[in-house]
């Protein structure tokens, strides 16, 4: 699948987000799209990894929905491939990989899992709230209103 139509659908469709769980965090990309689109974001799964849910079932007046999530490393592989292509999330896209340099930086554990420590959490942290800024829905105060004739 062509990384420019990738990057386009993650901007339009897609959400970069961090998954948080116990305070450990991981980069999330997120494509949801009506069941008409099932296929396609199942090329994605098949080419990018991660998983496939309905996220809303059809009912009489809406289509249902389907979400493709991926995270973690994987996550990252594909962020690392799409920054160069994306217009309107590469910010996004930068900071959550600045979350996966900080997982990869982590001590590891017996089991592989990386030891958190306060200092990684409250960079994390910083960077998740950054995040839900750039992702809040709404107007924004930086974005100008052209007037078309």
Known sequence: MDIAYVAGLIDGEGCIHLGTRKGTYRARVTVGMTEVALPLL????EEWQGSIYCSRQPTEKWAGAWV????????????????????????????????????????????????????????????????????????????TTVEVA
């Open 42 to 45: 199942r090329e994605l799964q």
């Open 68 to 143: 493709w999530s991926v995270q973690g490393a994987p996550a990252r592989v594909l962020l690392e491939s799409l920054t160069p292509h994306l217009r309107l999330k590469k910010e996004q896209a930068t900071l959550a990989l600045e979350v996966e340099d900080i997982r990869s930086r982590l001590a590891r554990m017996a089991n592989g899992s990386g030891r958190w420590t306060p200092e990684a959490r409250v960079a994390c942290e910083a960077i998740k709230m950054r995040l839900h800024s750039l992702n809040a829905k709404g107007p924004r105060e930086s974005v």
